[in-house]
């Protein structure tokens, strides 16, 4: 009976290990306890811009065309885009 319970020293922890992952992972998701502050609609701007130029860069286009061009409609579609997702509207 010694050899058995000298066979599985690693079980113990790995148990232990195991239940205390399980845990943690167990409640609500933490993002929602985070609220809106007043610098959001400028962030929320600000990474838009971010994010519209670097699409703008990967096609070639120029980050900030002329309002005669086709790339200016194309740049404020994604933008309008990005802002819809973050759950702005247009005013």
């Known amino acids: 009976m010694t050899g058995f ?4 020293p ?7 290990a195991a239940l205390t992952l399980l845990a943690g992972c167990g409640g609500p ?7 809106a502050g007043q610098d ?6 600000d990474e838009c811009n971010e994010q519209v130029d670097n699409a703008m860069r990967l096609r070639g286009y ?8 086709p790339q200016y409609g194309y740049r404020k579609e994604i933008f309008a885009q990005c802002m819809r997702r973050k759950g702005y509207a247009n005013e």
């Open 62 to 69: 120029p980050l900030r065309p002329l309002p005669e061009t």
């Open 5 to 8: 319970r000298n066979a599985r």
């Open 10 to 16: 690693w079980m113990l922890p790995a148990g232990l």
């Open 29 to 35: 998701p933490a993002y929602r306890d985070w609220t």
């Open 40 to 45: 959001v609609p400028t962030i929320a701007f």
